[in-house]
C-alpha cells in the first residue's frame, strides 16, 4: 500500500552541553549546543494515529496475463470509475505497479476496494497520508548524551569503524557540508516527489535538507522542519566513523509518499529510476527512520526483498506511538525493526512496541548534527534516532566481516542484544551491543546462543542438573536462571551443565528464561525452563488387562490436562485428563503368558515413575466326567479366570468357530462344543 510516511522522531525539550558531550571542537565552540532557526525541538500539532488519511491516488498492480505481460489496466479503471461516479485515469509507474489518479481523499479507499476485487488486478491499495505524532504528555527522561553511546561502538573502534561500507539513509536530505560529515558523503539522491512535499520540481542528485522556515504544505499547515535527515545520518555517523553516508531525500517537512520511499529503496541499491543516474556505490546498509500506521503493502515488501537481495540490511524504526499495533515498514519481512530505549534500558515511553520489535537502541535527547548551518548541533528522541544506532553497528559487522550477508548481519545484531529483562518489556532481543555483534559475526551471525536445555523442566525445590547446549560458551562467566544467578558445573564452547536454583517463590508452573553470560555479552532466552511438580502414578484400574489390551483408568498427582502417556515406550491415546486422573486405551500385547506393561505419564514436560499393569492370559480347566470323546463329539466344560474376556480359542492348535462355544456367566463357565476330529487333552 502505498503510503505519505510520517517522520518518526520527537524533538527533545532542552539542549545539551557539547563540551559535555564530547562533539567536535567547532561544536563546543557553540556550547550549549546550537539550536538552529526552526527550533528543532517545535513539536507539530499532534495527529491522532487511529484515524487515517488518503491522497486519493491508488497504487495498483495488475495481473499478468498470457506469456507474463501486464493485464491491460485502462478498461478495469474505467469500469470501476464508472460503477463509483470517480472520472478515473490510470499511469505506470514502475515496471510492476501503476497509479491510479482521479478520486479524492475519501473517494479512494472505495476505489481501491473496487479494483481489489477484479480479476485482471493483483492488488490494489489507497496512498495514505501520515503526520508526526507528538505525544505532549510524554516527559523527557535522562540524557543519553551524544549520538553513538549506549552501543558500545567505541569499544570496537580498534577493530572495525565502518571503512568500505556504506550505508543510505532514506530521510529529510542533510545539510550538505555539515562537520559531522567531512570525507564520508557519497553521491545522493532526491527521489521526493514535486508535489505537496517541499521537494524542488523532478528528481535530482541534490539530496539537500532545505529550510522550511515559513512554508507550508498544501492543506494550509506550516511545513515542519526538524533537520531530521541531517541528524539520523549524524547518528550513523558516531556510529561508524568511516562508513560512507549516501544521503537519499525522499520527503520533506510534509510528510513523504510511499512510492518515493520505494524508489529511494530502488535507486540506494543500484536500480534504474527515471530522472536519476545509477547510483555507483550501492548501499550495504539501508536506515528507514520513517513509517505510518498499517500492515507492510505488497509494494513496500517487495522493495525490501530487493534490497535484501542485493546486499543491503535494511533497518526501520519502530514508530512513536506507544502502541503495539502494526506499522509499516516496521513490520515488512526481514528488517531489523528497533525500538527506543532511555539510558537505564527502559523502553521510551513514546516506542513502539511488540511481536515485530527485534531490538533496542539509545533514542531519548539523543545530541547530533543538525541545520541550518555546517556547525549546528541538537537534541531530538524517536525511534528515527534508536534506528541509525542500528544502522551504524550493522556498519561495523559488515566492515568487520564483509562475506556475511544481510540475513547473517540481521542475526548478528538479533542473537547477540543484550536482554533488558522486564525493564523493557516488548523490545525484542534486547538492546543492540557492538562489540557481542563482533563476536556473532564471527560465528557466522549466529553469536552467542542458547540452542536447547535438556531437561526442558524440572522439581520446585531444584538440584537437577542441567544442560545447555549452543555455542559461543567458551568465554561464560555463569547462567542466568531467571533472576538467579548460577554457577557453571562444566563447560565448552558448544556446552555447559549446572545445577537448576529452586523455583522462584517455590511455585510449581513457574517458567523462567535461560541466559548464559560472557564478560562481553548475554545470550538472549532461546529456550525455557519450567518448575513443576513431578508427576505421580498412584494407581492403574484395572490391574490386569487380557492380551487384547483394553481401557485403563489411572490416578495420581501432577498430571495434566495436555499430559501424554506411554505403555511400554510407545505413545497411547489419553481421554478424560485431568490434574488427577486420565483414561487411556492400553495397546494389544502378542503374549501367551502372563506379561507386564509399563506406564508413564508425562506432565509439564516432566516423565512419572513407571508403573506396571498386568497383560494376563486366560487359565482354563476342563470339567469332563469322560476322558475320551463320543463318537458324535460331545459339549466340554472350561472353567477358569476371564473367561468373559476369552475372543478366541484353540484346540489343538487349530482356532475353534466362535459358533462352537460361548460364555456362561451363571457358572463363569464357557461351553464349548468340540467336533470328533479333536482331542482335547486334560487340564
Same mark, same amino acid.
Given at each position: 500500500?502505498?503510503?505519505?510516511?510520517?517522520?518518526?522522531?520527537?524533538?527533545?525539550?532542552?539542549?545539551?552541553?557539547?563540551?559535555?558531550?564530547?562533539?567536535?571542537?567547532?561544536?563546543?565552540?557553540?556550547?550549549?549546543?546550537?539550536?538552529?532557526?526552526?527550533?528543532?525541538?517545535?513539536?507539530?500539532?499532534?495527529?491522532?494515529?487511529?484515524?487515517?488519511?488518503?491522497?486519493?491516488?491508488?497504487?495498483?498492480?495488475?495481473?499478468?496475463?498470457?506469456?507474463?505481460?501486464?493485464?491491460?489496466?485502462?478498461?478495469?479503471?474505467?469500469?470501476?470509475?464508472?460503477?463509483?461516479?470517480?472520472?478515473?485515469?490510470?499511469?505506470?509507474?514502475?515496471?510492476?505497479?501503476?497509479?491510479?489518479?482521479?478520486?479524492?481523499?475519501?473517494?479512494?479507499?472505495?476505489?481501491?476496494?473496487?479494483?481489489?476485487?477484479?480479476?485482471?488486478?493483483?492488488?490494489?491499495?489507497?496512498?495514505?497520508?501520515?503526520?508526526?505524532?507528538?505525544?505532549?504528555?510524554?516527559?523527557?527522561?535522562?540524557?543519553?548524551?551524544?549520538?553513538?553511546?549506549?552501543?558500545?561502538?567505541?569499544?570496537?573502534?580498534?577493530?572495525?569503524?565502518?571503512?568500505?561500507?556504506?550505508?543510505?539513509?532514506?530521510?529529510?536530505?542533510?545539510?550538505?557540508?555539515?562537520?559531522?560529515?567531512?570525507?564520508?558523503?557519497?553521491?545522493?539522491?532526491?527521489?521526493?516527489?514535486?508535489?505537496?512535499?517541499?521537494?524542488?520540481?523532478?528528481?535530482?542528485?541534490?539530496?539537500?535538507?532545505?529550510?522550511?522556515?515559513?512554508?507550508?504544505?498544501?492543506?494550509?499547515?506550516?511545513?515542519?522542519?526538524?533537520?531530521?535527515?541531517?541528524?539520523?545520518?549524524?547518528?550513523?555517523?558516531?556510529?561508524?566513523?568511516?562508513?560512507?553516508?549516501?544521503?537519499?531525500?525522499?520527503?520533506?517537512?510534509?510528510?513523504?509518499?510511499?512510492?518515493?520511499?520505494?524508489?529511494?529503496?530502488?535507486?540506494?541499491?543500484?536500480?534504474?529510476?527515471?530522472?536519476?543516474?545509477?547510483?555507483?556505490?550501492?548501499?550495504?546498509?539501508?536506515?528507514?527512520?520513517?513509517?505510518?500506521?498499517?500492515?507492510?503493502?505488497?509494494?513496500?515488501?517487495?522493495?525490501?526483498?530487493?534490497?535484501?537481495?542485493?546486499?543491503?540490511?535494511?533497518?526501520?524504526?519502530?514508530?512513536?506511538?506507544?502502541?503495539?499495533?502494526?506499522?509499516?515498514?516496521?513490520?515488512?519481512?526481514?528488517?531489523?525493526?528497533?525500538?527506543?530505549?532511555?539510558?537505564?534500558?527502559?523502553?521510551?515511553?513514546?516506542?513502539?512496541?511488540?511481536?515485530?520489535?527485534?531490538?533496542?537502541?539509545?533514542?531519548?535527547?539523543?545530541?547530533?548534527?543538525?541545520?541550518?548551518?555546517?556547525?549546528?548541533?541538537?537534541?531530538?528522541?524517536?525511534?528515527?534516532?534508536?534506528?541509525?544506532?542500528?544502522?551504524?553497528?550493522?556498519?561495523?559487522?559488515?566492515?568487520?566481516?564483509?562475506?556475511?550477508?544481510?540475513?547473517?548481519?540481521?542475526?548478528?545484531?538479533?542473537?547477540?542484544?543484550?536482554?533488558?529483562?522486564?525493564?523493557?518489556?516488548?523490545?525484542?532481543?534486547?538492546?543492540?551491543?557492538?562489540?557481542?555483534?563482533?563476536?556473532?559475526?564471527?560465528?557466522?551471525?549466529?553469536?552467542?546462543?542458547?540452542?536447547?536445555?535438556?531437561?526442558?523442566?524440572?522439581?520446585?525445590?531444584? !538440584?537437577?542438573?542441567? $544442560?545447555? =547446549? *549452543?555455542? /559461543? &560458551? #567458551?568465554?561464560?562467566?555463569? %547462567?542466568? +536462571?531467571?533472576?538467579?544467578? @548460577?554457577?557453571?558445573?562444566?563447560?565448552?564452547?558448544?556446552?555447559?551443565?549446572?545445577?537448576a536454583p529452586k523455583s522462584p517463590a517455590g511455585k510449581s508452573g513457574a517458567l523462567v528464561d535461560v541466559s548464559v553470560v560472557t564478560p562481553d555479552a548475554t545470550t538472549t532466552a532461546a529456550t525455557?525452563?519450567?518448575?513443576?511438580?513431578?508427576?505421580?502414578?498412584?494407581?492403574?484400574?484395572?490391574?490386569?488387562?487380557?492380551?487384547? !489390551?483394553?481401557?485403563? $483408568?489411572? =490416578? *495420581?498427582? /501432577? &498430571? #495434566?490436562?495436555?499430559?501424554? %502417556?506411554? +505403555?511400554?515406550?510407545?505413545? @497411547?491415546?489419553?481421554?478424560?485428563?485431568?490434574?488427577?486422573?486420565?483414561?487411556?486405551?492400553?495397546?494389544?500385547?502378542?503374549?501367551?503368558?502372563?506379561?507386564?506393561?509399563?506406564?508413564?505419564?508425562?506432565?509439564?514436560?516432566?516423565?512419572?515413575?513407571?508403573?506396571?499393569?498386568?497383560?494376563?492370559?486366560?487359565?482354563?480347566?476342563?470339567?469332563?466326567?469322560?476322558?475320551?470323546?463320543?463318537?458324535?463329539?460331545?459339549?466340554?466344560?472350561? $472353567?477358569?479366570?476371564?473367561?468373559?474376556?476369552?475372543?478366541?480359542?484353540?484346540?489343538?492348535?487349530?482356532?475353534?468357530?466362535?459358533?462352537?462355544?460361548?460364555?456362561?456367566?451363571?457358572?463363569?463357565?464357557?461351553?464349548?462344543?468340540?467336533?470328533?476330529?479333536?482331542?482335547?487333552?486334560?487340564?
Amino acid at each position: 500500500m502505498s503510503r505519505t510516511t510520517s517522520w518518526i522522531a520527537l524533538a527533545a525539550a532542552a539542549a545539551l552541553s557539547a563540551a559535555a558531550l564530547g562533539l567536535p571542537p567547532t561544536a563546543q565552540a557553540a556550547a550549549p549546543a546550537t539550536i538552529p532557526a526552526g527550533n528543532p525541538t517545535a513539536a507539530p500539532a499532534p495527529t491522532l494515529s487511529g484515524q487515517e488519511e488518503f491522497t486519493g491516488r491508488v497504487i495498483v498492480k495488475f495481473a499478468s496475463g498470457p506469456g507474463g505481460a501486464p493485464l491491460a489496466g485502462a478498461r478495469p479503471v474505467a469500469q470501476v470509475g464508472d460503477d463509483v461516479d470517480v472520472d478515473l485515469s490510470v499511469r505506470a509507474v514502475g515496471s510492476d505497479a501503476s497509479l491510479v489518479e482521479g478520486a479524492t481523499p475519501q473517494e479512494a479507499p472505495a476505489v481501491a476496494a473496487a479494483l481489489d476485487e477484479r480479476a485482471e488486478v493483483e492488488y490494489a491499495t489507497p496512498e495514505r497520508v501520515y503526520h508526526p505524532f507528538a505525544p505532549s504528555e510524554y516527559t523527557n527522561g535522562p540524557s543519553l548524551g551524544a549520538a553513538g553511546s549506549g552501543v558500545a561502538a567505541t569499544s570496537v573502534w580498534g577493530q572495525t569503524r565502518g571503512s568500505g561500507v556504506t550505508v543510505a539513509v532514506l530521510d529529510t536530505g542533510i545539510v550538505l557540508g555539515h562537520e559531522a560529515f567531512t570525507g564520508r558523503l557519497m553521491q545522493g539522491a532526491d527521489t521526493a516527489s514535486a508535489q505537496d512535499h517541499d521537494a524542488t520540481p523532478g528528481r535530482d542528485t541534490d539530496p539537500t535538507e532545505p529550510d522550511l522556515t515559513g512554508r507550508n504544505c498544501s492543506n494550509g499547515t506550516a511545513a515542519r522542519q526538524s533537520w531530521h535527515g541531517t541528524h539520523v545520518a549524524g547518528s550513523v555517523a558516531a556510529v561508524a566513523p568511516q562508513a560512507g553516508i549516501i544521503p537519499v531525500r525522499v520527503g520533506g517537512g510534509c510528510g513523504i509518499a510511499g512510492l518515493d520511499m520505494v524508489d529511494g529503496i530502488k535507486w540506494a541499491i543500484g536500480q534504474e529510476v527515471s530522472g536519476l543516474p545509477v547510483n555507483a556505490n550501492r548501499a550495504d546498509v539501508i536506515n528507514l527512520s520513517l513509517g505510518s500506521k498499517g500492515s507492510c503493502s505488497p509494494y513496500e515488501q517487495a522493495a525490501i526483498d530487493a534490497a535484501i537481495a542485493a546486499g543491503a540490511t535494511v533497518i526501520t524504526a519502530a514508530g512513536n506511538d506507544s502502541s503495539s499495533g502494526t506499522y509499516t515498514p516496521a513490520s515488512c519481512r526481514g528488517v531489523v525493526n528497533v525500538a527506543a530505549i532511555d539510558s537505564t534500558g527502559k523502553r521510551a515511553l513514546f516506542s513502539n512496541y511488540g511481536a515485530t520489535v527485534n531490538v533496542s537502541a539509545p533514542g531519548v535527547n539523543i545530541v547530533s548534527a543538525v541545520g541550518p548551518t555546517t556547525t549546528s548541533w541538537g537534541p531530538m528522541q524517536g525511534t528515527s534516532m534508536a534506528a541509525p544506532h542500528v544502522a551504524g553497528v550493522a556498519a561495523l559487522i559488515k566492515s568487520y566481516k564483509n562475506t556475511l550477508t544481510p540475513v547473517q548481519i540481521r542475526n548478528s545484531l538479533i542473537t547477540s542484544a543484550l536482554p533488558t529483562g522486564g525493564v523493557c518489556s516488548g523490545c525484542g532481543a534486547g538492546r543492540v551491543n557492538a562489540p557481542a555483534a563482533l563476536v556473532a559475526a564471527d560465528n557466522g551471525g549466529s553469536g552467542l546462543i542458547v540452542t536447547a536445555v535438556t531437561p526442558v523442566a524440572g522439581k520446585v525445590g531444584g !538440584g537437577d542438573t542441567i $544442560t545447555l =547446549t *549452543g555455542q /559461543g &560458551f #567458551a568465554q561464560a562467566t555463569h %547462567v542466568m +536462571v531467571g533472576s538467579a544467578r @548460577v554457577k557453571i558445573a562444566t563447560k565448552s564452547d558448544t556446552s555447559i551443565t549446572f545445577k537448576a536454583p529452586k523455583s522462584p517463590a517455590g511455585k510449581s508452573g513457574a517458567l523462567v528464561d535461560v541466559s548464559v553470560v560472557t564478560p562481553d555479552a548475554t545470550t538472549t532466552a532461546a529456550t525455557q525452563y519450567r518448575y513443576a511438580a513431578i508427576p505421580v502414578i498412584r494407581s492403574v484400574a484395572p490391574k490386569a488387562l487380557t492380551p487384547d !489390551g483394553g481401557l485403563l $483408568t489411572i =490416578t *495420581g498427582t /501432577g &498430571f #495434566a490436562t495436555d499430559a501424554t %502417556v506411554t +505403555v511400554d515406550g510407545t505413545p @497411547v491415546t489419553v481421554g478424560n485428563a485431568s490434574a488427577t486422573s486420565l483414561t487411556i486405551q492400553a495397546p494389544a500385547k502378542e503374549t501367551t503368558t502372563k506379561a507386564t506393561g509399563l506406564i508413564v505419564v508425562t506432565a509439564n514436560d516432566l516423565p512419572s515413575k513407571a508403573a506396571k499393569f498386568t497383560y494376563a492370559v486366560p487359565k482354563i480347566r476342563l470339567q469332563s466326567t469322560s476322558k475320551k470323546i463320543p463318537a458324535e463329539g460331545a459339549d466340554l466344560l472350561f $472353567t477358569g479366570n476371564d473367561l468373559d474376556k476369552v475372543t478366541s480359542l484353540t484346540l489343538n492348535n487349530t482356532a475353534l468357530p466362535t459358533s462352537h462355544w460361548e460364555y456362561e456367566a451363571e457358572r463363569n463357565a464357557l461351553i464349548v462344543v468340540a467336533p470328533v476330529t479333536f482331542f482335547v487333552p486334560r487340564k
